[in-house]
């Protein structure tokens, strides 16, 4: 025997599945934050660590409309200055598939490995359109060797 649902019930269900955001991202996310608050920070108190929560509502977060991916992160001063310098590790932002823009200006962004290292992250970030580093600690090589090879190319 089939059991009949009415379409309402039918069009909630579909809803919920595609609220929330992928849970992949919710971790990075999740890893980003720890990282920005690398020693003992407490800052992004609203991206809480919680199963229920949908992480496209987190301040700063933009998700496609349709499939819930992260498109675009605003995280300009997230890292504030009593934390110190913040080490780039642009391989927090591989799990983003679909991230168009980052913002990450105003962070007291410094290179701690090779520039290659860097460089190599950055370039996997393959649908980045926009990539914002300004007003960070970088040394000026540094800027102009990621500056040339990837932010003038957009
Ligand atoms: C988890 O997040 C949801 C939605 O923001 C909130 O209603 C709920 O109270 C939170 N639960 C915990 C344990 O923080
Ligand atoms: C950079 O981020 C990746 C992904 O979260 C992590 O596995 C790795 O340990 C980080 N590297 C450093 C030097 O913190």
Redesign the pocket.
């Known amino acids: 025997m089939f059991l009949r649902l009415p379409s309402w019930v039918i069009l909630a269900l579909a809803m919920s599945r595609c609220h929330g955001c992928l849970e992949a991202e919710r971790l990075a996310l999740l890893?980003i934050k720890a990282s920005i608050n690398h020693h003992n920070g407490n800052y992004l108190p609203k991206w809480e660590d919680n199963n229920s929560a949908d992480c496209c509502d987190w301040p700063g977060v933009e998700c496609h409309k349709a499939t819930r991916s992260v498109i675009a992160l605003d995280l300009v001063y997230k890292r504030k200055y009593d934390l110190g310098d913040w080490c780039l590790?642009a391989?927090?932002f591989h799990p983003f598939k679909s991230l168009t823009n980052l913002d990450l200006s105003l962070n007291q962004l410094v290179i701690c490995t090779d520039d290659e290292v860097v460089e190599n992250q950055l370039s996997k970030l393959r649908n980045l359109e926009v990539l914002d580093l300004s007003d960070n600690n970088f040394d000026s090589r540094v800027l102009l060797s990621i500056n040339a090879w990837h932010l003038l190319e957009f």
């Open positions: 890893h590790n391989s927090l």
